[in-house]
């Protein structure tokens, strides 16, 4: 038997770390190949670690909210190896295990190339419990230690560097995690005011920011601060527009897609961007370009538990109206299961967000971070509503369009809004269109 450990692996995308949610196994367990061993959370969604050994589960590295960053070790393995029995029999040297240059077994959705020599060294960590394992397998502590010579305060590489950016001594700092471990929290808890602390009363909540909600206000803040905003607003009789979502999933052949109005206002601004493509664009600030893009990739805002999301549909503009309610259907069950791929939640040119779900009329939404413009949705209210020379009824609803002002100007941003509007008014006036 040989002792394998399991790193976390580059999930891709950029991404240097991640927190572990859970373990979906537990040391003495025997795991297959490609079975789901792990859960972590990066900035973008919840992944899925299929194990890279089939063998038993001899370590845990870390616990659940410990943030890991890539290349550092979750857990280890006991696998089978060639040799003799003599070889089989006698433990491997910690070092050899981690220098062991066999290739690795290609994993579901990542994993370095077989061939690949690129691969960093991982340094050992001293004095490490795993998480969950027994005491006869943590390492031995030394016999007797040098007079005056103090013990090294425990903590993951991310939470060292955070301590050096905030000037924080991990020496001053008691550990709340496993053995010691000092964790980020306990930073936020060490680097806090005294007046900010939690109340003894428990009049006061503190809550970690980590993950997509940590990603989301890093790129709102690089949005609000490094882009020009401007808001253009309409409000709009939708009636036609709601008439034929009725209409549409009474039908046999596009039932099944049920077909919304979040649809129809898609499929409307992927038409008026052919009149106006000065809004499917990006600031390129290296060059000083503005870089347009013939193909649409619509975001699709979607709140969920973990905070907002935007996964982006491909090439939207190619898309019939059924596929892309679909589409958007599909999405959003995705992510508020957490399940959307990194690969999906990057590369949108425009974003969507359906502010009138919460009951909201209008609201002017901050730029996603690479695009020239996002378009809020608001409520449908029944109101009165001038039609044809007279009062009536009707299905109304704003629209509100923030677009970058270095990329276009009130005169583009006005017209497209009113190209999208009215689409809505008139779905039939599609057809002079396309």
């Known amino acids: 038997m040989a002792v394998r450990d399991f790193t976390l692996p580059d999930l891709g995308e950029g991404l240097t770390e991640s927190e572990l949610v859970a373990w979906k196994v537990a040391v003495g367990d025997t ?24 063998g038993r589960v001899s370590r845990l590295y870390v616990e659940p909210g410990v943030t890991v960053a890539v290349g550092e070790p979750l857990l280890a393995f ?16 910690e070092a050899a295990v981690q220098d062991d240059p066999a290739p690795e077994p290609t994993l579901v959705g990542y994993g370095a190339r077989p061939d690949s020599t690129n691969r960093p060294a991982r340094r050992a960590r001293p004095g490490l419990a795993p998480v969950g394992a027994p005491a006869a397998a943590a390492a031995p502590a030394p016999a007797a230690a040098p007079v ?12 060292r ?33 005294a007046q900010t602390q939690p109340a003894a009363d428990g009049r006061e909540l503190r809550i970690p920011i980590r993950g997509v909600r940590k990603a989301t206000a890093d790129a709102m803040v690089r949005s609000a601060f490094g882009a020009p905003q401007a808001s253009v607003f309409l409000t709009v009789d939708v009636t036609p527009t709601t008439e034929l979502v009725e209409r549409l999933r009474a039908r046999r052949d596009t039932a099944e897609a049920r077909p919304g109005l979040l649809a129809v206002v898609a499929k409307a601004l992927c038409i008026a961007l052919r009149r106006t493509p000065e809004l499917n664009a990006r600031w390129d600030e290296p060059a000083q370009e503005i870089v347009q893009t013939a193909s649409v990739h619509l975001g ?17 503009d190619a898309r019939s109206l059924v596929d892309l309610a679909g589409a958007i259907r599909s999405l959003a069950e995705t992510a508020r299961a957490g399940k959307t791929p990194p690969a999906e939640l990057t590369g949108g040119t425009i974003t969507i967000t359906n502010v009138g779900v919460f009951g909201v009329d209008a609201g002017t939404p901050i730029l996603t971070p690479g695009e020239a413009a996002i378009l809020a949705v608001g409520a449908v209210r029944r109101q009165p509503w001038e039609h044809r020379g007279e009062i009536a009824l009707r299905d109304v609803l704003t629209l509100v369009l923030t677009f970058d002002h270095r ?3 009130g005169e583009q941003a006005s017209r497209f809004l009113a190209d999208i509007g009215g689409i809505l008014a008139d779905p039939a006036s599609v057809l002079t269109l396309v």
């Open 31 to 54: 795991v297959q190949l490609n079975q789901i061993v792990a859960e972590v959370e990066t900035a973008k969604a919840l992944v899925e670690l299929p194990a890279p050994y089939e």
């Open 78 to 93: 006991e696998v089978e190896v060639a040799g003799t029995p003599a070889q089989q029999e006698a433990p491997a040297p």
């Open 407 to 409: 990329i276009a100007d």
């Open 148 to 159: 005056g010579l103090a013990e090294r305060p425990r903590a993951t590489p991310p939470v």
């Open 161 to 193: 560097k955070l301590a050096r950016e905030r000037g924080i001594d991990l020496a001053t700092v008691t550990g709340t995690g496993e053995r010691g471990l000092i964790t980020r929290q306990d930073l936020e808890t060490a680097s806090a005011p």
């Open 300 to 316: 699709i805002a979607a709140a969920t538990p973990r905070g907002l999301m935007v996964p982006v549909i491909r090439d939207a």
